[in-house]
């Protein structure tokens, strides 16, 4: 018996993702053994590799001007890497700054160059309620690169229609995001998230990039750090996380199965419509801070009068099959989390609990 899974991340997977993985797991295609005891350079994981990408080409169109590559160490990572490739100090970089997760990646562009706030929504009590509008953006047209966190986990926002920055590289972390709807991949310079919200479990992050941009890296850092490096190897310069990428291949085959990224935006919206009709229907009782034009479709954040009520909450919820629906530690209240593999009917579910929830305890 599976439960509504709302956690933030690492996240529900769709369950004939997981199935798949459960009947291969002794015997890889008749194999004798799993995918993970296989060498990355064999035949076997070779192809897992390549349909991996090819499936993620295909779903998203992306150019040929641009190449997948599986990265480990998180989003955290990509934090400190993409700094490290496109920034040398005297140089500077412009950071859009929408909530904790874009804090981190500009303090970590300090090591390296002088990266600048281009703008940022934080209130006085550090909190973010929304994104910027493009006429609030201070570019620097000189920056080496503009970022910004396409969703922001915590504070659930995110940017419906991206910046225009003009001719320089946009980077986006779209660590909680990525997949839920077809984007222009051609208008970024590099796209990084990692894979435990929609694309698979930890363990791998993947990385979009435009292959002119990363060949303009610095060459004078370690290669294991060089997108450069990846690029040329397909991945393939170390051994990747072959059991992640294997079940992000799996993620994606089932996506393609179910109709690809406009049947994941119909259901994506569809839900968001839901669970923020339930909102806007009791603002009194479930207060969503969000301004409307940033909310979130993936993260959607509220809190009930009291405390003590948001614990009842998350308690009655579990008691009927829901779980992951606590805040996140620093922000408090509730968060629910609808990525992909969260269905329309799960959102409706949760959608009666609430109506119910404000009838009993209202
Ligand atoms: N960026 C965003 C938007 C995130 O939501 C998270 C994780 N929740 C991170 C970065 C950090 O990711 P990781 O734990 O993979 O380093």
Redesign the pocket.
């Known amino acids: 018996m599976r439960i509504i899974n709302f956690n933030?991340?690492p996240a529900g997977l769709p369950l004939p993702a997981l199935e798949r993985a459960r009947d291969e797991l002794l015997d890889f295609q008749g194999s004798g053994m799993s995918v993970m005891e296989h060498s990355h350079r064999g035949r076997e994981y070779e192809a897992v590799h390549e349909e991996a990408i090819s499936l993620l080409t295909r779903l998203l169109g992306i150019p040929d001007t641009h190449q997948v590559l599986f990265l480990t160490?998180?989003?955290?990572?990509?934090?400190a890497q993409v700094p490290m490739n496109f920034l040398s100090p005297g140089t500077s970089a412009d950071y859009l700054m929408t909530?904790v997760?874009s804090e981190?990646?500009f303090d970590e562009a300090k090591y390296y160059g002088t990266p600048r706030v281009a703008v940022s929504t934080a209130q006085p009590d550090k909190r973010y309620t929304r994104v910027p509008r493009q006429d609030e953006l201070r570019l620097d047209p000189n920056a080496a690169y503009v970022h910004l966190?396409?969703?922001?986990?915590?504070f659930g926002t995110q940017w419906h229609t991206f910046p225009d920055v003009g001719g320089v590289p946009l980077v986006a972390?779209?660590?909680?995001?990525f997949l839920w709807k077809g984007i222009d991949v051609s208008r970024f310079g590099l796209i990084y998230?990692?894979?435990?919200?929609n694309l698979g479990p930890?363990g791998v992050?993947l990385v979009v990039a435009d292959k002119a941009f990363i060949a303009r890296g610095r060459k004078d850092i370690p290669k294991i750090f060089r997108y450069s490096t990846h690029a040329e190897n397909n991945s393939l310069y170390n051994t990747p996380p072959t059991l992640a990428i294997y079940l992000v291949r799996n993620v994606l085959a089932w996506v393609e199965s179910v109709g690809g990224l406009a049947r994941l935006e119909e259901w994506n919206r569809e839900k968001a419509a839901l669970l923020y009709g339930a909102i806007d229907r009791h603002a009194d009782f479930f207060r969503g801070p969000v301004e409307r034009d940033s909310r979130s479709v993936m993260n959607v954040v509220f809190q009930l009068p009291s405390e003590a009520l948001d614990a009842a909450f998350v308690a009655d919820a579990k008691q009927q099959g829901m779980v992951g629906l606590k805040g996140h530690r620093t922000a408090g209240g509730i968060r629910v989390s609808m990525y992909n593999a969260v269905s329309v009917e799960n959102v409706r579910t949760l959608v009666s609990f609430m109506d119910h929830f404000v009838k009993t305890r209202g």
């Open positions: 933030a991340g160490g998180g989003a955290s990572q990509q934090f909530g997760w981190k990646a966190t396409s969703n922001n986990t915590l972390d779209m660590s909680s995001d998230a990692g894979a435990q919200k930890s992050t």
